[in-house]
């Protein structure tokens, strides 16, 4: 169950750039979801977009999903060229937001009212006061400096952070930019623009994920690089600069890895590996204040989870290649539910103008609002596509 063709697509997608301008801001694509069932499970869920094109959802601690589940963020390649799109829920149909070269597709973040779309797009940060407006420029990287893409917002969209890399530093492959040490810096821009950026930390380390602490200005960001090689992966450091620390350091031969803040702050959730077998996997949480450490429930070697609202439930995608699947974690029970095969390759794809995206066909489920959907990104059926599975005779709702 394919749903639209290749032909069908294109030919959609070029009779209204006809009209609007190839690759151009405002291009509406009609691409109905396609309801399937898992292989695995033989639970029902939906494509949202076709796998001869490609389309990921941007990262993961951004805010991309409406909370009515009317509409999400994606990036993809209507064209050839990246660009930031949005899919309405109701309609099955995509928008495109963004135009021109340099757009990064993962950096889609909306405000809290859902009005503003932030993006980043040429070394610089943009603010768009609608969606599908044209961006004003919050933020330009100075000169010897590039933007990654890693940021983000306080809760009220004061204040940005970021992360830049000295120009040459970069790397496709994920091993070699670990191993180039690229000189990094973690900004706090105002979005306003009414003070002046600030450093909080230089290092010669690959930084990622900056995360405003929920409601607060706690930064929490990391050392990226192979979990059972990179030291002290877990960041924290204060708005001012001040009492940076690593929160969980690694011990022997454990592995650390993806971080999410709490909802309400008080602690950061993260999966913790004994060795380098992948075996007898936990999600842990660290409290900032205090250091304490505690362990939430075993899991099925997560390599990219999210949490809901109120704690109670984990999606996790597992990353074993002999049991690639998504499962629903409940905190409680200390109980894990499969819901479906995401069966990624994880594979790199070629951008166009050169160089390759290694995290496109990465599966990184996350939950919308209310908790009664998971989203997720594969290329089990071709080119990396997004789909969607109803979580209510599951999880209650939040």
């Known amino acids: 169950m394919r749903g639209i063709s290749r032909r069908t697509l294109l030919g959609g997608a070029l009779g209204a750039s006809r009209l609007l301008g190839v690759n151009s801001r405002g291009t509406r694509v009609d691409m109905p979801e396609v309801e399937i069932k898992d292989p695995l499970t033989e639970r029902q869920m939906f494509r949202l977009t076709d796998p001869d094109v490609l389309f990921h959802l941007p990262h993961f601690h951004h805010r991309f999903l409406s909370r009515k589940n009317d509409f999400i963020i994606l990036g993809g390649e209507l064209d050839g060229s990246r660009q930031i799109f949005e899919y309405d829920l109701n309609r099955g149909r995509l928008t495109q937001l963004t135009e021109g070269p340099g757009v990064n597709s993962y950096s889609a973040a909306l405000d809290s009212r859902e009005r503003v779309l932030y993006y980043v797009q040429s070394d610089a940060l943009y603010e768009a006061a609608s969606r599908g407006s044209r961006g004003r420029e919050v933020y330009r990287a100075e000169a010897g400096w590039t933007l990654t893409g890693h940021y983000g917002l306080t809760t009220d969209s004061d204040y940005a952070v970021l992360i830049e890399m000295r120009e040459g530093d970069h790397r496709d492959d994920p091993k070699e930019q670990y191993e180039k040490e690229p000189l990094c810096r973690l900004r706090v821009v105002e979005i306003s623009g009414k003070t002046a950026p600030r450093t909080l930390v230089e290092s010669r380390r690959w930084l990622a994920w900056p995360q405003f602490k929920p409601g607060g200005l706690d930064i929490l960001y990391a050392h990226e690089g192979p979990w059972g090689e990179i030291e002290d992966r877990l960041r924290w450091i204060s708005f001012d600069g001040k009492n940076a620390k690593a929160l969980r350091p690694r011990s022997g031969e454990e592995e650390v ?31 900032p204040a205090t250091g304490a450490e505690e362990t939430i429930s075993p899991c099925s070697a997560f390599g990219w989870m999210q949490v809901n609202p109120d704690a109670s439930a984990f999606v996790g995608a597992s990353r074993r290649l002999s049991g690639p699947n998504i499962y629903v974690l409940f905190t409680k029970l200390q109980r894990e539910i499969t819901l479906c095969e995401h069966s990624s390759s994880r594979k790199p794809y070629p951008l166009q103008g050169g160089g390759v995206d290694p995290y496109a066909a990465h599966p990184v489920p996350v939950l919308s609002h209310n908790s009664q959907w998971v989203y997720f990104t594969t290329d089990r059926e071709g080119k990396p596509a997004v789909y969607r599975m109803k979580l209510e005779d599951l999880v209650s709702e939040t």
Do not use: C, I, L
């Not at 890895?257 to 077998?277: M, N």
């Open 257 to 287: 890895g993806q971080e999410q803040w709490a909802e309400d702050g008080s602690r950061v959730f993260f999966v913790h590996f004994p060795d380098k077998t992948g075996r007898r996997a936990t999600v842990r949480a660290v409290h």
